[in-house]
């Protein structure tokens, strides 16, 4: 594809939408307080944030801290240094563990896949405390690496003090985190471990031996088509919480509602949420890695002109008037001296919405072409 054609496919995408007024809008107009303490709605691929309420306010996870844990679990699993097929031991410890649970034994064995379904599933709090033990040696040291995990995504207000999420230290010295931190772990998870969906998306699964059988926490899976997590939570001082996730139209939404004052609110306003989001907006790719946007001539090239193009692929979230105000620009030179390398820069594509600025991708050589030999640039006469 040229790049005329490249402009007009992103001038010439269109969609349907419906009124674009924020879930809080009509409660804005009667003056009512939205019954959750934060709430937030973002684009999981480009990280868009569609609507956010209190977002940045510091407040306990309750069990959605979880997704914190499963973040470092499966970091370490692609690490190799653990596996899916390792055999956990309950310890005492973890058998004491109060709150959700699957009621594990003192010296019982499960699989390290079985004890992940536990704890994504049913939010078992006790099944997190002995896969911590596992992969850290104790619960502490584990919640080391959970804290060291947030910092290396930049989170400045996520603390954990246990591996599991429950409040049982002091208010001053709980876990804590912001709608905000939550979507970026959860969006962490789910660029680099997609996999953690086959868990997340389970209504219910087998355990010890297909005797018990788990059913999630998640009630929208059946509720809310499309949703295929993340992870629910509550404690006295959390509030009911529900971080979800959904994909319509090649279009991932992660929502966050933390601080409800029931599990059927954060589910209302987890549904309103993600529907505002799939039914005003949609993700439009601008640039495809690899895509051809012209050639560019070469001076004593071997070849008269080598293909530019796309380094990467960038796409952006918009609502449907806006997809008007898109421009492209192509830097490009129209002439090059040879040599060049395959991937070498040879020019910009910046693309704007109205006066800004959204993304500017790379030009590259689509291959190497050598420069001619002096023999063969006085063929070249002949």
């Given amino acids: ?21 924020d879930p809080l809008a009509a409660r804005r107009k009667e003056n009512q307080q939205p019954p959750v303490g934060a709430s937030l709605l973002i684009e999981a691929e480009t990280g868009t944030v569609l609507f956010a309420y209190n977002a940045q306010q510091p407040r306990s996870p309750a069990s959605t801290q979880k997704l914190l844990l499963e973040l470092v679990v499966l970091d370490a699993i692609a690490a190799g240094k653990v596996s899916l097929d390792d055999s956990i031991r309950v310890s005492a410890e973890a058998s004491r563990t109060g709150g959700s649970q699957v009621f594990l034994r003192e010296g019982e064995a499960f699989p390290l896949r079985k004890m992940m379904e536990a704890v994504t599933v049913a939010s078992a709090n ?3 405390v002995a896969v911590a033990e596992h992969l850290a040696g104790s619960e502490a040291d584990f919640v080391a690496l959970m804290n060291a995990r947030a910092r290396a995504l930049g989170l400045e207000h996520t603390r954990c003090v246990n591996a599991h999420g429950l409040d049982n230290t002091p208010q001053d010295n709980g876990n804590t985190t ?25 209504r219910q699964t087998p355990f010890r031996d297909e005797r018990h059988i788990l059913h999630s926490t998640n009630k929208l899976l059946d509720r809310f088509a499309d949703m ?33 004052r029931h599990s059927r609110i954060r589910e209302r306003e987890t549904i309103q949420l993600l529907t505002w989001g799939f039914e005003n907006f949609a993700k439009v790719p601008l640039a495809r890695a690899g895509q051809s946007v012209g050639l560019v001539s070469l001076d004593w090239g071997a070849e008269p002109a ?27 030179p129209l002439k090059q001296a040879a040599p060049v390398y395959r991937g070498q820069e040879l020019g910009k594509l910046k693309i704007s919405l109205g006066d800004s600025l959204v993304a500017e991708v790379d030009l590259v050589a689509e291959k190497s072409v050598r420069r001619m030999e002096m023999w063969e640039r006085l063929m070249s006469f002949f």
């Avoid at 490249?6 to 995408?13: D, E, G, H, T, V």
């Avoid at 919480?241 to 991932?252: D, H, K, N, S």
């Avoid at 293909?307 to 490009?332: C, F, P, T, W, Y």
Wanted: aromatic residues 6%; positive net charge; charged residues 15%.
């Fill in 1 to 21: 594809m040229n790049f005329r054609s490249l402009c007009l496919c992103l001038l010439s995408l269109a969609w349907i939408c419906s009124a674009h007024a």
């Fill in 126 to 128: 006790d099944a997190c």
């Fill in 178 to 202: 912001t709608a905000y931190e939550l979507a970026q772990i959860a969006r962490a998870l789910l660029r680099q471990h997609p996999q953690v969906l086959a868990w997340s998306s389970l």
């Fill in 228 to 260: 295929d997590g993340l992870k629910t939570g509550f404690t006295g001082r959390a509030g009911f919480c529900l971080v979800g996730t959904a994909e319509r139209q090649g279009m991932r939404l992660i929502s966050v509602v933390l601080g409800a």
């Fill in 306 to 332: 080598v293909n530019a193009v796309l380094r990467d692929s960038v796409a952006i979230v918009l609502k449907a008037e806006q997809k008007k105000q898109l421009r492209s620009e192509l830097l490009l």
